[in-house]
């Protein structure tokens, strides 16, 4: 059997590899998405004292650390069975709104768009952050990059840093928001919303004004039909930072919902010897291997999947760009009035840039509310700690914390389910698809040809620098082919040392 190796694979954040295996025919026997990585975090946290846990987990990556801050601070408040005052919730989804703004920025123009400014044949050396700034100006580049500026300049505001913030506290925050500081959120959250516009109308010109991506997007390649996570407000809109966990089956009709201190009874976690990272899937249903379909437990938590499994979103500009992104994409309303899914994954890209405005009109909410400014803003923690669970949306899909202690607030036991352990079986099934749609007999392996591979993982935005760990802190990444008897034939590394 033939084996094509992808390692490193690029454009995400950690550690992967992919291995391809061809049979006698050439064709595409298997393909696997190896995590090659173990996370500790669950274990060498234990024996700390658990308000640690929010300045801990924080580190467990830099791309998104204001996630596990907030999710570890909710643990606590659950922990410590304490509520927060009005003020603190509000100032911990003020910062989390920036950072949704900075987070979804950097995907779209520094990890996928490459993809489709360069286009996917482009050569590596220029599908990169530096070739789109080149391709589409320097003017757009200085409006991402100041994008980036002013939302961590809120974060460090709001959190004490600009990276793994420290202001989270159980029962609240540390320090409330002066009438001066607010006003400079303000502004940042305005240009926000200019920014989210500006980078909808560059992908319906970039994109979606191109037939052949139009195509890529619609193929079969690229489609899996699975269930859809997400969280939602009371009025079941996608909501980043507290609600109810919803999941809806691949017509769309709602599977459950359930309080995120339940997750453990609809939520269980396959493991498979050839990888680290664990494949969680719907208990109800069970494990049925890596196959999609209303009969396999395998779910999706992602931007696509929050707006799937939500009946809308919560703020009108962002309600205006997801009804489009449904109507375009041939989404027609049930009898339950809720569009059907999409299952295009690429069409996730889209769906990131509808959540970017969701999250900047959001923080423009929160920073012109009248009790931002509330001097109150931490609760009294008096309780004897036992167990916690945490959650909120990752941008990379929900996020659960699970803290055990004893009567001391000494952690005995910890429980992570991340964003991307969420999505690591679609993962896997996109990489398969994508290698079993674009090699046949005889197809000449280009790098164009592995980056399309690449692009079926990279719409899930993955971040194995949450979901596992390598001592070294590198991010190596590799494809590898083998022939039908597991002979090498091509291997293609990048940062392998």
């Known amino acids: 059997m033939k084996r094509i190796a ?13 291995e391809i295996f061809l049979n006698d025919e050439g064709d595409v026997a298997n393909a696997y998405f190896i995590v090659p990585e173990l996370r500790g975090f669950e ?29 570890s601070a909710k643990a606590l408040d659950d922990l410590f069975k304490v509520d927060p005052p009005p003020a603190a919730k509000k100032l911990r989804e003020l910062l989390y709104s920036a950072f949704y ?27 990169n952050i530096l070739g789109v ?11 991402v990059i100041d994008a980036r500026i002013r939302n961590h300049q809120v974060i460090k505001l709001l959190g004490g840093r600009g990276v793994h913030p420290v202001a989270a506290l159980p029962g609240g925050w540390s320090r409330p928001l002066a009438p001066a500081d607010r006003e400079g959120i303000e502004e940042a959250a305005r240009q926000n919303v200019d ?66 201190r339940e997750y453990a009874s609809h939520i269980a976690e396959h493991c498979e010897s050839w990888t680290y990272l664990k494949f969680p899937y719907l208990k109800a249903i069970g494990w049925k291997g890596l196959v999609d379909g209303k009969d396999s437990g395998v779910y999706c938590a992602t931007p696509l999947s929050r707006l799937n499994a939500a009946d ?17 994409l041939g989404s027609k309303r049930g009898p339950n009035g809720r569009y059907q899914p999409v299952h295009y994954r690429l069409a996730t890209h889209w769906a990131r840039l509808v959540e970017l405005l969701y999250a900047a009109e959001r923080m423009l909410e929160l920073a012109t509310d009248p009790q931002i400014t509330d001097p109150q803003v931490r609760a009294p923690v008096t309780a004897t700690p ?28 910890v429980n992570l389910i991340v964003g991307t352990t969420n999505n690591y079986a679609p993962i896997a099934m996109s990489v398969k698809k994508a290698a079993q749609g674009l090699i046949q007999k005889g197809t000449v392996i280009t790098e164009g040809l592995l980056n399309r ?38 291997r293609l590394s990048q940062g392998v040392g």
Not at 231 to 251: L, S
Not at 317 to 326: C, P, W
Not at 387 to 407: K, N
């Open 6 to 18: 992808i390692d490193p694979v690029t454009r995400l954040e950690g550690h992967g590899r992919i």
């Open 43 to 71: 274990q060498f946290c234990v024996g700390r004292p658990a308000e640690e846990m929010p300045r801990i987990t924080d580190r467990i990556c830099g791309v998104c650390p204001e996630a596990h801050h907030m999710a």
């Open 101 to 127: 703004v900075a987070d979804h920025t950097t995907h779209f123009y520094a990890l996928a768009g490459p993809d489709f400014v360069m286009g996917p044949d482009a050569p590596p050396a220029e599908r």
């Open 133 to 143: 700034v080149r391709k589409v100006g320097l003017e757009i580049g200085k409006q």
């Open 195 to 260: 920014f989210a516009l500006f980078s909808l109308k560059l992908f319906e010109d970039l994109v979606l004004g191109n037939p052949q991506y139009v195509e890529l997007i619609l193929s079969d390649t690229f489609t899996h039909r699975t269930y859809s996570m997400g969280t939602v407000d009371a009025n079941n809109r996608v909501n980043f930072y507290d609600g109810m966990i919803r999941v809806v089956d691949p017509e769309g009709v709602e599977f459950v919902k359930y309080h995120p």
């Open 312 to 328: 809308g979103m919560a703020t009108p500009l962002a309600q205006e760009a997801y009804e489009k992104f449904y109507e375009t």
């Open 386 to 413: 036992t167990e916690g669970v945490g959650s909120v949306e990752a941008p990379r899909g929900t996020l659960t914390h699970h803290y055990w202690t004893d009567e001391r607030g000494i952690l005995t036991r």
């Open 453 to 490: 591979i690449e692009m079926g993982f990279r719409a899930y935005d993955p971040c194995f620098g949450c979901a596992t760990h390598a001592l070294p802190g590198q991010m190596p990444l590799e494809v590898v082919i083998r022939d039908a008897r597991g002979a090498e034939v091509q």
